[in-house]
């Protein structure tokens, strides 16, 4: 059974920053790769970025692109999305996802794995 623990969310004035960590648990992850979707009140649940096992692919949702970015830390399975330059439009409930394969994809519905998801919420 994988586990998915996501942290660091917030509540943050617009033009902040804001690390997000998920930890991952319950199997190894040598084929996996990892991603961030958000969802806002109403909305659907939208991709943000994905990464590799890796490290070495990385993909981002053209909204975020050049304000986030995410890492992963092999030793600690854990996976960071690193937000700055934050905007209020940035706030959503934002979820930590793994899929069994070493292709990323912004397509929510490969992941296999979801966390329980963490709370960002970015005031103007």
């Known amino acids: 059974q994988v586990q998915l623990v996501e942290s660091g969310g917030g509540l943050v004035q617009a033009g902040g920053s804001l690390r997000l960590s998920c930890t991952a648990s319950?199997?190894?992850?040598?084929?996996?790769?990892f991603a961030w979707f958000r969802q806002a009140p109403g909305k659907e649940r939208e991709f943000v970025a994905a990464?590799?096992?890796?490290?070495?692919?990385?993909y981002y949702a053209d909204s975020v692109k050049g304000r986030f970015t995410i890492t992963i830390d092999n030793a600690k399975n854990t996976v960071y999305l690193q937000m700055n330059s934050l905007k209020p439009e940035d706030t959503a409930v934002y979820y930590c996802?793994?899929?069994?394969?070493?292709?990323?994809?912004?397509?929510?519905?490969?992941?296999?794995?979801w966390g329980q998801g963490t709370q960002v919420t970015v005031s103007s």
């Open positions: 319950g199997r190894t992850f040598s084929s996996y790769a």
């Open positions: 996802a793994a899929r069994r394969s070493v292709v990323v994809s912004s397509n929510r519905m490969v992941y296999d794995y």
């Open positions: 990464i590799s096992r890796s490290g070495g692919s990385t």
